[in-house]
């Protein structure tokens, strides 16, 4: 895990804001949605990506290098 140098306070409403030059390296605009994990004592924010990253199909899709990709753009791209 990378460390970004940033520390956030927790507000009463318990929520935390993401600075904005992270925001813009990952993409992570207004109405982005986040999902959370938990892996032992951490907490994990990834961008949420259901479809294809390409066409948008919802079905078929696998993770390639952080990415949703669909079985068809996957096999366009091995084509080229």
Do not use: H, W
């Not at 935390?16 to 109405?31: A, C, G, M, N, S």
Request: with cysteine; net charge positive; charged share 30%.
């Amino acid at each position: 895990m990378k460390s970004t140098g940033m520390v956030r306070k927790i507000d009463n409403l318990g929520r935390i804001v993401l600075p904005i030059e992270l925001r813009r390296v990952l993409e992570i605009d207004q109405d982005s949605s986040l999902q959370i994990f938990v892996e032992g004592e951490d907490i994990i924010l990834k961008k949420y990506q259901p479809a294809c990253i390409f066409c948008g199909e919802a079905k078929g899709v696998t993770q390639y290098k952080g990415r949703n990709i669909c079985n068809e753009c996957r096999k366009e791209i091995g084509e080229l």
